[in-house]
């Protein structure tokens, strides 16, 4: 089975979840579905493989300096790079950021539309990204 592809391999947009398979009973459903929001699928295979590493390794470089052999400059940038990609600025405290108008009429229009559920517009609107916080 391939890896679910990211981005358009013809001009590089955004692609749409249109139909969903169960292998075991071979159920197929189609329609328009909402991806599951995880600032992972932002990540290339390459910086997803670095985070695997990273967890792996509980996050000690020196360990995949050995084990990936890069040097610890070029494992902090490509760290730094994914912490970027993520949304965040690398050795910056983050405190959640409340919408600006434009994105707080999106919310609430997902949730009239009930692509979101009321406890997630809720967390949205508070700034939060995920649930943990």
Known sequence: MYSQPRRCPVCGGQLSVTRLHCPDCDTSIEGHFIPAASPFA???????????????????????????????????NRLHEIIRALGYEPGREETPARPGAEERQKILDDLAQQRITAAEAQRLLRGRKNEEE
Do not use: H, I
């Open 42 to 76: 932002q990540l290339s295979p390459e910086q997803e493989q670095f985070v695997l590493n990273f967890v792996r390794l509980e996050g000690r470089l020196n360990r995949m300096e050995d084990e990936m052999r890069m040097s610890y400059p070029t494992l902090r």
